[in-house]
């Protein structure tokens, strides 16, 4: 490969790049927290590939003994910038938009909807990290096809886990969600049980929220019923005893 070919791959791979559509992130979804940003990202990546991919390939084409075998060695920095391209599209393409029943987990374009129906249980789990593992953590997302994590990168953040009733788990900063009130309100309105996390206080200014927005609970409705059909009983004794 000669230098003029190898600045052509570098110019064809910078137009592709430009060229590539950006995601457009719906309205009311929450992005996790891009340490160094995704612009930034991207130049690392492109900085490690300019510069050591040419320097392998060039240097095996024209290169012997120990001379090509250190070009080879090039190989291995410049595939880092895969790496940096990896974690720059995730952060670029992952998010997290809560609605009235649910929400809608998005990672790497890859959309799940989850309703509070389906949800087994929900916990509050502080997760700690320092460092290196921290952003690691913050910016990889996903520990696994089953598991989902949306972290904001601080070594101590506190989370709030979704286990589905087929075991996923969707892990999201509790910090990233803006308005995380409504969202609690929401959960105690379909019938779930609020996260031991949460005291007796918090738990009462909830559901006394949730009153005044949406009306009385849900299991107050058998007891109206009730009393419904006892009012209309009593009625239609009342106006049997006065026809006789």
């Known amino acids: 490969m000669s230098i003029l070919s190898s600045l052509l791959c570098i110019v064809a791979g910078a137009g592709i790049y430009a060229a590539l559509p950006r995601p457009t992130m719906p309205s009311g979804a929450v992005k996790p927290i891009s340490r160094p940003s995704i612009p930034?990202?991207?130049a690392i990546g492109f900085g490690f590939g300019v510069v050591f991919f040419p320097l392998a390939f060039i240097g095996m084409s024209i290169w012997s003994g120990a001379a090509a075998l250190l070009a080879l060695m090039c190989l291995l920095p410049a595939c880092l910038s895969m790496v940096f391209f990896t974690v720059a599209v995730r952060q670029d393409t992952s998010w997290v938009r809560f609605f009235g029943n649910g929400f809608e987990f998005t990672q790497f374009g890859l959309r799940v909807r989850v309703p509070y129906e389906d949800v087994k249980t929900?916990?509050?789990?502080?997760?700690?990290?320092s460092g290196w593992v921290a952003w690691f953590q913050s910016t990889i997302g996903s520990?696994?096809?089953?598991?989902?994590?949306?972290?904001?990168?601080?070594e101590s953040t506190k989370t709030l886990v979704f286990k589905r009733n087929d075991s996923a788990t969707f892990t999201i900063s509790s910090e990233l969600i803006p308005d995380l009130q409504r969202v609690l309100i929401s959960i105690d309105r379909a019938g779930m049980e609020l996260p031991d996390g949460i005291s007796d206080l918090q738990r009462k200014k909830i559901r006394r929220k949730r009153e005044r927005m949406y009306g009385g609970a849900p299991e107050?409705?058998?007891?109206?019923?009730?009393?419904?059909?006892?009012?209309i009983a009593a009625l239609i004794e009342h106006a049997r005893r006065g026809g006789s």
Not at 122 to 129: R, T
Not at 220 to 231: G, L, M, S
């Open 122 to 129: 929900i916990e509050i789990k502080l997760w700690q990290a």
């Open 40 to 42: 930034v990202l991207d």
């Open 220 to 231: 107050d409705e058998p007891v109206i019923e009730e009393k419904q059909v006892a009012r």
């Open 143 to 154: 520990a696994g096809p089953r598991k989902a994590v949306l972290l904001n990168g601080a």
